[in-house]
Every structure is written in structure tokens, then in C-alpha cells.
């Protein structure tokens, strides 16, 4: 069996490669601030550890759309990177990425 290429792989199997890589790249620098008394090491690698859990809780309802598939994909995006750290527009961008209008019944 052959390895799969770059083009080949899913978008999604990209991202979790890119995750593992910047937590190893996190965990190192603090290993190395940690046994080389190098405190701006620790602080570099705290730092790429919080990017990596609060980014994609902040991009949550974009991930979503991106997901479901949402036809409001751009509209969504554009609300959550623009207002979503405020809890209001988070939470209406959540709401138009789980909203699904295709499960409506034909009468």
C-alpha cells in the first residue's frame, strides 16, 4: 500500500497533523525552558499551548458550519472572527451554523 500524498489527504487529517506538531513543538520548548532555567521558553511554550485550546473554541461555530456543511459558511466565519469574542455574536453564529433549513418537511 502506497503513502498518501499531500493532495490526496483530507483537510481535516492536515489540521490534526498540524495540531500534533505544534503541541510536540510546545511541550519541547518547555522541557527545554524548564531543564535549561530559561523562563521565557516556558512562557513561549504556555503561550502556543493556550493558542492551541482557545482557538478552536473561539472558531467553534465556524468549525460547525465547516461541518455540517452550512450554506452560511462565509456569513458565519466572517461574524465569529469579526465579533466572536464577544458572547452575543458567538452565540448567534453558533445558532446559524446549527441551523439546519434542509430538514424542513415538503407540504
Do not use: H
Not at 79 to 105: E, F, H, S
Amino acid at each position: 500500500m502506497s503513502e498518501p500524498t499531500l493532495s490526496a489527504m483530507k483537510p481535516v487529517d492536515l489540521l490534526k497533523g498540524l495540531c500534533v506538531i505544534v503541541l510536540a513543538l510546545a511541550f519541547l520548548l518547555w522541557l527545554y525552558g524548564t531543564f535549561t532555567n530559561q523562563p521565557d521558553f516556558v512562557t513561549a511554550a504556555m503561550w502556543l499551548g493556550d493558542v492551541l485550546v482557545m482557538l478552536p473554541a473561539y472558531l467553534i461555530p465556524t468549525i460547525t458550519a465547516w461541518l455540517v456543511k452550512s450554506p452560511r459558511l462565509k456569513t458565519i466565519a466572517l461574524l465569529n472572527i469579526l465579533g466572536g469574542w464577544l458572547l452575543i455574536p458567538w452565540i448567534i453564529a453558533m445558532g446559524m451554523a446549527i441551523k439546519r433549513d434542509d430538514l424542513r418537511t415538503q407540504d
